[in-house]
């Protein structure tokens, strides 16, 4: 049987998301049967123990649960990027655009990728370069004959 306990082990474990089917959060507050209702005490349970999850409209406004949909839960901690990414997209507003923004600044992996592929593009050329000029024959090589 799931525990929020051992849901919140699994998403740090997971580096701060973690899979669960709606069957599990099911068993985490003991309950039988989905439905209404239940999807209802599941969200206030996620959220009473810190937990947010995604997509919201599979706990959110499902009409018809199976307890193998799955969710995606994350630490609700204003301190955790995930947590800050998902609340930018799934509640906009001008500070989660910032920090959509921010994402792709100097110094995020995002931004270090394109700067390092730029890098490589100068290096490699560079090399192809040096090779260049090692295959071409040195004066000392030239017979004079």
Known sequence: MATYDLMKKRIKSSGG??????GELREAINQARLGPYVLQDIAKGLEREGIAYF???????????????EVRLILADQSN???????????????????????????TPVADVARYEDRL?????????????LDEPSDAEVDPN
């Not at 997509?55 to 949909?69: F, Y």
């Not at 990027?81 to 110094?107: H, Q, T």
């Open 55 to 69: 997509p919201s409209v599979t706990i959110d406004d499902n009409k018809a649960p199976r307890k193998w949909e």
């Open 81 to 107: 990027p995930i947590y800050k990414a998902l609340r930018a997209i799934e509640d906009p507003n001008a500070d989660g655009d910032a920090f959509l923004v921010s994402l792709a600044a100097a110094g």
């Open 17 to 22: 998301v973690a899979t669960a089917t709606l």
């Open 121 to 133: 593009k100068r290096t490699r050329g560079a090399l192809e370069d040096a090779l260049a000029i």
